[in-house]
């Protein structure tokens, strides 16, 4: 017997046990391939998303301390909606980021979206809307797809990205593969097979476990490095540090030259404003060891990889951190926590950012 029979012939047993399994499989009515909803229930203003993995529950209203935040009809902390029609000679801004962004802390009329619609209203005779699009805990890889899913559709002339501290957190996930997870493209091995309920009775009994993993807030990915955005990295361990962020520096400089390329093929013009926090202020307040010299915060080498990104793409940045540090009054008074900024700093933020684009209307498609 040659070896082609040979193999065809113990090729037999195996494909009779695969068809056996594939049919007890669908006998027992088990379930086909699909997307993982992820548990967001420690949450009460978010639920959990297969494609954003979470995002803020749309037509909610919540308390924060004696105010009421208001979440509109498609999960953002915004009252404009996109199919609300652009005014002739309207501008519109859309504002990208985390928890800052979004506003944690601060009123619905104080978040710095509010805050530089008014500065810019100020500043140009036509109509301003600025679209707030911060979500708590989004990274570019979130914001991309948020974009695709609801941003664009506003019909942005400018994209102000200040996405950054959830990029570089060391978390219990990352987010390329916790997204492939919980919504698989429908190609390569897992497009090959998703239509057998074999593999998918094996597949999502994997994958339910890795996306409770995935949750799980004390998870080390690995052992000796350390978690959160505030934890002091060594040296000699940055590049197997920043490795494991939630988007490693890498994929977070693609995901911006993709949100520059979108917008640009929409006729919208990008800029950058990498957020602040409270040591680039020199104050300490978080329960951790204060940084030493043979140590660095793990947004440091993402602010400067974005600093070379902006210069070689020709795009505005502005560093709040900058903006913050040459602040005159009490440094403290910018923050209500260590990251998040106050309605004082985010007046300041508004502020910044309307000069700047006063000192280049091109930014707004406008000669003025």
């Known amino acids: 017997m040659n070896l082609v029979k040979k193999a065809l012939f113990s090729a037999i047993p195996l494909c009779l046990a695969i068809s056996f399994g594939e049919l007890?499989?669908?006998?027992?009515?088990?379930?086909?391939?699909?997307?993982?909803?992820?548990?967001?229930?420690?949450w009460e203003?978010?639920?959990?998303?297969?494609?954003?993995l979470w995002r803020l529950e749309?037509?909610?209203e919540f308390k924060t301390g004696r105010d009421i935040t208001r979440i509109n009809a498609i999960g953002l902390r915004e009252s404009l909606l996109p199919t609300q029609k652009k005014r002739n000679n309207e501008r519109r801004v859309i504002v990208t980021g985390d928890s800052s962004i979004y506003g944690?802390?601060?009123?619905?009329?104080?978040t710095y979206a509010v805050f530089l619609e008014q500065e810019l209203r100020k500043r140009f005779p036509f109509p301003v809307e600025v679209i707030n699009m911060g979500v708590p805990g989004y990274s570019t890889e979130q914001t991309l797809k948020l974009l695709d899913e609801i941003g664009?559709?506003?019909?942005?002339?400018?994209?102000?990205?200040?996405?950054?501290?959830?990029?570089?957190?060391?978390?219990?996930?990352?987010?390329?593969?916790?997204?492939?997870?919980?919504?698989?493209?429908?190609?390569?091995?897992?497009g090959l097979f998703q239509h057998s309920r074999l593999y998918c009775a094996a597949h999502m009994s994997w994958a339910n476990h890795q996306a409770k993993l995935n949750q799980h807030t004390n998870r080390v990915l690995m052992p000796g490095i350390p978690t959160g955005?505030?934890?002091?990295?060594?040296?000699?361990?940055?590049?197997?540090?920043?490795?494991?962020?939630?988007v490693p520096i890498v994929e977070y400089l693609e995901n911006l030259s993709t949100i520059k390329t979108k917008a640009e093929q929409r006729g919208a013009k990008m800029m950058l404003a990498p957020l602040a926090q409270e040591w680039d202020v020199g104050i300490w307040n978080v329960p951790m060891p204060k940084p030493t010299p043979d140590?660095?915060?793990?947004?440091?080498?993402?602010?400067?990889?974005q600093e070379e990104w902006a210069k070689q793409n020709k795009v505005t940045r502005i560093d709040f951190s900058k903006v913050f540090s040459n602040y005159k009054g009490p440094a403290a008074s910018l923050f209500?926590?260590?990251?998040?900024p106050s309605s004082q700093g985010t007046r300041l933020m508004a502020k910044s950012i309307a000069s700047a684009i006063q000192s280049n209307p091109s930014l707004l498609n406008s000669s003025r």
């Not at 955005?229 to 939630?246: D, F, I, K, M």
């Open 58 to 60: 749309p037509n909610t």
């Open 295 to 305: 140590h660095v915060l793990p947004w440091f080498p993402y602010r400067t990889a």
């Open 104 to 110: 944690w802390g601060v009123r619905d009329n104080e």
């Open 229 to 246: 955005a505030n934890a002091a990295v060594q040296l000699e361990q940055l590049n197997e540090t920043l490795a494991l962020s939630r």
């Open 24 to 42: 007890t499989a669908r006998v027992f009515n088990t379930s086909p391939c699909q997307a993982i909803v992820p548990d967001a229930g420690d």
């Open 152 to 190: 664009w559709s506003y019909q942005p002339d400018l994209i102000i990205v200040s996405n950054l501290f959830s990029d570089c957190n060391i978390d219990a996930f990352q987010d390329r593969s916790a997204m492939k997870l919980t919504s698989p493209d429908s190609d390569g091995i897992h």
């Open 336 to 340: 209500i926590d260590n990251m998040h």
């Open 45 to 52: 203003t978010m639920r959990g998303d297969p494609n954003l």
